[in-house]
């Protein structure tokens, strides 16, 4: 177990949806708890945002390294290009993180009845659960399991993984599903560190999304309310509690955490 000061040690570190929001704040959070020699992956859409991201970082820690992962994870090639990314990192690292970051709210002006549509279901479910499932397992091929090599996978979750919330109904499964195959995944494989990290209410592009387009009247009130009385929760609040929870590493692998928890 490390203390809450060590960091990292060299680092292997792959943050996918890197380019904004939580992704973005994370980045600029783990950076300064990398050793020298160490890499960070930032895997986004926007290869500008990204571009931006990686200029910032490499004026503040000029002794990482820092790729730049311009992909769309809902496909196998974007998937396969992230993965391509971090075949050539140095292999006498001490961890290996993955951040599986990166969704979408989906659709939350509809309700259930009203999507009838398969291959929108698909597209929706291939960005937000497959593209997580497969990503982990190619990182976990890429980087095996080794002496002196603590190889650690957090989802990013939500309260939604375990509470139906009207009209979410995508996003409601897709946390779901996620949290249930990390799950399974710290079954199959004790020596991996599996977390489903649920970051509270933030205040983000997502949640302005959640209080303008829910068709669900109370919902998209109380997430009115919440951002005009200062409830929601700054990225780096939330991040700051992630880090204490990896480095302090007292989890039980495949456990659902919520910031409110902590």
């Known amino acids: 177990m490390m203390s809450a000061a060590s ?27 990398m050793a020298s020699g160490s890499a960070l992956i930032l895997a986004a859409r926007s290869d500008d945002l990204l571009q931006q991201l990686k200029a910032d970082l490499s004026r503040a820690h000029p002794a990482l390294t820092l790729r730049c992962v311009a992909a769309d994870l ?12 971090i075949t050539h990192t140095d292999p006498g690292i001490d961890h290996l993180l993955l951040f599986n970051n990166a969704a979408s709210l989906g659709d939350v002006s509809r309700f259930c009845g009203d999507f009838t549509d398969v291959d929108e279901v698909n597209s929706y479910l291939s960005l937000n659960v497959s593209s997580a499932l497969c990503l ?19 989802n990013i979750s939500s309260l939604c993984a375990l509470r139906p ?11 779901a599903a996620r949290d249930m195959l990390f799950r ?10 599996v977390l489903n990290y649920a970051p509270g209410p933030l205040d983000t592009d997502m949640q302005l999304q959640a209080r303008s387009s829910s068709a669900d009247d109370a919902l998209r009130n109380s997430f009115s309310v919440m951002h005009a009385q200062g409830q929601l ?19 039980a692998s495949g456990a659902h955490l919520d910031f409110y928890d902590l």
């Open 165 to 175: 919330f009207p009209s979410w109904g995508l996003y409601c499964s897709g946390k």
């Open 7 to 33: 960091g990292f040690g060299k680092a292997l570190v792959i943050i996918t949806g890197a380019s904004k929001g939580f992704g973005r704040a994370l980045a600029l959070s783990i950076a300064p708890r």
């Open 184 to 193: 399974v995944l710290a079954e199959e494989e004790p020596e991996l560190r």
């Open 74 to 85: 809902s496909c196998q090639a974007g998937v396969e290009s992230v993965i391509a990314a």
């Open 136 to 154: 982990t397992a190619g990182v976990l091929r890429v980087v095996p399991r080794r002496s002196g090599l603590t190889r650690v996978v957090v």
């Open 233 to 251: 929760l700054t990225c780096d609040q939330s991040i700051s509690k992630l880090m204490q929870v990896l480095l302090e590493d007292k989890y």
